[in-house]
């Protein structure tokens, strides 16, 4: 079965550098959410999109913005990157089936490094 | 905040059952409780989710305290492939975002 596809799965910056991550959600799925894990750290959520509308907000800087396009793949733009953005950056993505029974799917992740 | 309560670590020998205790002593009558769990180097993975009846699927059960203060993710046999970081997460009203906490990171051996 497909799966998320996140892209690139690497990515290595340079400080004040921008940097774009790409998520693919499964066919059908109407929802994409963006996570971000430090080192040593649990997933934190930044931004959720619903039907191409941003649909929830987390703890996500303001340099970071993100949208939902019309084929449901959405994308994070990160701009004067810091060296604490270096981070694992998780899409997800669900069909919505009720807020709370809702169930999401993760991808493999994009390891940014800023350097 | 979403508040749930999970021992840091846990141990297991392979080829036996695995009890994963959650506090959410704090939950209120309509959140869910979902149960993922994280992988060496991989993204996170849905595992069982329930509101008040245990719940069984192929991968782990959930036993639902009757006043709902507290759950327990079951994995009836462990294997080394189990060895990952279990989140234990509340749902909290019409919000559907995942709020992860420290997770228990289950160690299995031989």
């Known amino acids: 079965a497909a799966g998320v596809i996140q892209s690139p799965r690497h990515l290595i910056k340079e400080k004040r550098e921008t940097a774009t991550l790409k998520c693919y959600p499964i066919p059908r799925h109407d929802t994409v959410y963006w996570y971000q894990q430090g080192p040593g750290q649990d997933p934190q959520f930044l931004i959720s999109?619903?039907?191409?509308?941003?649909?929830d907000k987390g703890s996500i800087p303001d340099r970071f913005s993100a949208q939902q396009f019309s084929d449901y793949h959405s994308e994070l733009n990160m701009s004067s990157l810091e060296l604490g953005d270096s981070a694992l950056y998780f899409c997800?993505?669900?069909?919505?089936?009720?807020?709370?029974?809702?169930?999401?799917?993760f991808g493999a992740g994009t390891r940014l490094s800023v350097l | 905040d979403a508040k749930t309560t999970q021992p840091n670590s846990m141990e297991s020998n392979e080829e036996e059952p695995v009890h994963l205790p959650c506090n959410h002593s704090t939950i209120s009558g309509t959140d869910y409780i979902h149960w993922y769990r994280q992988l060496p180097s991989q993204g996170p993975e849905y595992v069982i989710h329930g509101l008040t009846s245990n719940v069984n699927n192929r991968m782990a059960s959930l036993a639902i305290a009757e006043d709902r203060k507290s759950s327990t993710l079951i994995l009836h046999r462990a294997t080394l492939r189990d060895a990952a970081v279990y989140y234990c997460i509340r749902s909290s009203g019409t919000a559907s975002k995942l709020t992860f906490g420290t997770g228990t990171r289950l160690q299995v051996t031989l």
């Open positions: 997800a993505s669900s069909l919505f089936a009720g807020a709370a029974k809702n169930i999401q799917y």
């Open positions: 999109f619903y039907e191409k509308m941003q649909s």
